[in-house]
């Protein structure tokens, strides 16, 4: 099965930048997905890493060490509009296995 | 625009009383999911179909059922809601295979009075 853990909170000032760990162990590794939620919505796809290193995406940027069972997001240049969950998720064949997400507040 | 689309976007039944959700997508995409979400916790898969095979999760009450009559419609059934399934219901879909993203419908925010 899978285990993946995730910080429950994170606060931080507009402009700032921000890192989201995840940890996972998983019984095969297929990639893991970095998800957005802002509240009462529904996720959306942020990015997709399956070879170790850092893909940057705009302001958004993500990592990843399979050795270590370990990713990060990465949100520069951080906005108020990025006040929302960030769900870390591993995939199982064609399943996705979800952490509880972290809050991420942005402060004016 | 290629989509999932929910309906209702919000729903309201009494306890015990049977609620259809309904899931559409325009992706042609194989796979369909339900997961149910509540506040604060990660979304909980319930099951999916990988095209008309049903695939249940071991831990889904037999409260819940679905159908998917065709590749883009399904059906979530609550066939006795309680208040412990309030909760908002997302229904998503993925092509085939391993790696594929999943496309997330708005959802249904479901409340039983």
């Known amino acids: 099965g899978q285990n993946i853990d995730q910080p429950t909170e994170m606060t931080a000032t507009e402009g700032a930048i921000v890192q989201i760990n995840c940890t996972y162990q998983?019984?095969?590794?297929?990639?893991l997905f970095w998800y957005q939620q802002h509240a009462g919505e529904a996720p959306t796809f942020l990015s997709y890493n399956v070879l170790d290193g850092l893909e940057e995406k705009g302001r958004f940027s993500s990592f990843l060490s399979r050795s270590k069972g370990y990713s990060y997001l990465l949100l520069k240049e951080l906005q108020m509009k990025d006040s929302a969950s960030y769900l870390c998720?591993?995939?199982?064949?064609?399943?996705?296995?979800f952490g509880a997400g972290t809050t991420v507040t942005v402060r004016a | 625009d290629a989509m999932v689309i929910q309906n209702p976007r919000y729903q309201v039944t009494q306890f015990g009383k049977p609620v259809t959700l309904s899931c559409s997508q325009t992706?042609?995409?194989?796979?369909m999911y339900w997961y149910q979400q509540k506040s604060s916790q990660a979304p909980k898969l319930l099951f999916h179909y990988y095209d008309k095979d049903f695939n249940n999760e071991a831990d889904t009450p037999d409260n819940f059922q679905s159908r998917r009559p065709n590749t883009s419609f399904c059906f979530l059934d609550i066939r006795s809601p309680g208040l412990g399934d309030a909760a908002m219901y997302l229904c998503?879909?993925?092509?085939?295979?391993?790696?594929?993203?999943?496309?997330f419908g708005p959802g249904t925010r479901l409340t039983v009075t």
């Open positions: 998983t019984s095969g590794f297929n990639g």
């Open positions: 998503a879909t993925s092509p085939s295979g391993t790696g594929y993203e999943q496309y």
């Open positions: 992706l042609n995409h194989n796979v």
């Open positions: 998720a591993v995939p199982n064949d064609y399943k996705l296995s």
